[in-house]
């Protein structure tokens, strides 16, 4: 079982790009959360989406969404970058009956010059 | 709204010495109690959870710890660490299943020979 796979590993992007970030659930999960962790900062949770559709949606603007595609794998899109996103991005899945057991990839480090 | 509160940002402490580190919360209503590790340049792994029950807690790697409703803590204790302990640890609550987890700040642990 190959867990929670997020690509790519790290990027470099322009102030005002645009980005897409990609996650693989463990085998077996339906359900992906997104997570921004600051440097030096505890993860802060963006979004998650069950069924295709996003269910809860932390603080953050509209410049980030997201999709979950058929086969439970989700992207996050962060629209006009501002330095200040950057973070590494942790996707974490898990079973809708059972968000205690939550799996956690390695992230995605995401550098905003 | 919960909130996560990690007293300690940073603790050194020799190996094979005892540690705790400390974790409160404040939410309005029952809670589900976590603490995740980071090891440098990954994901977070999950090291035990309070869901009910006994409020004694075992975990992974010789970790354990008590949920104490009064004080609203959830410290993380093990007796003898080790080299491979020095790592991030984070506190995590959750209010409802399938809801959000809501991370403290993170205290990092170093573990000196």
């Known amino acids: 079982d190959a867990g929670v796979t997020q690509s790519p590993t790290h990027l470099i992007k322009t102030r005002g790009q645009q980005v897409t970030l990609r996650c693989s659930p463990k085998?077996?999960?339906?359900?992906v959360s997104w997570y921004q962790q600051a440097l030096g900062q505890g993860p802060q949770f963006i979004f998650q989406?069950?069924?295709?559709?996003?269910?809860q949606r932390g603080n953050f603007p509209d410049r980030f969404s997201g999709h979950q595609f058929p086969n439970y794998s989700s992207e996050l899109n962060v629209n006009a970058l501002l330095l200040g996103d950057s973070a590494l991005y942790l996707c974490?899945?898990?079973?809708?009956?059972?968000?205690?057991?939550?799996?956690f990839g390695q992230g995605t480090r995401l550098t905003v010059v | 709204a919960q909130s996560v509160t990690q007293l300690d940002s940073q603790v050194p402490v020799f190996e094979e010495a005892p540690v705790e580190l400390r974790c409160n919360y404040s939410?309005?209503?029952?809670?589900?109690l976590f603490w995740y590790v980071q090891y440098p340049n990954q994901g977070l792994q999950l090291l035990l959870k309070?869901?009910?029950?006994?409020?004694l807690v075992k975990g992974i790697n010789g970790f354990e710890a008590e949920f104490n409703k009064s004080q609203t803590s959830f410290h993380l204790r093990k007796p003898s660490v080790h080299i491979s302990d020095t790592a991030e640890y984070f506190c995590?609550?959750?209010?409802?299943?399938?809801?959000?987890?809501?991370f403290g700040p993170g205290t990092r642990l170093s573990v000196l020979p």
């Open positions: 939410s309005s209503v029952s809670v589900y």
């Open positions: 995590a609550v959750s209010e409802v299943e399938g809801q959000n987890f809501v």
């Open positions: 989406y069950y069924e295709e559709e996003e269910r």
């Open positions: 309070y869901l009910s029950g006994s409020t």
């Open positions: 085998s077996g999960h339906d359900t």
């Open positions: 974490a899945s898990s079973l809708v009956s059972m968000n205690t057991e939550a799996f």
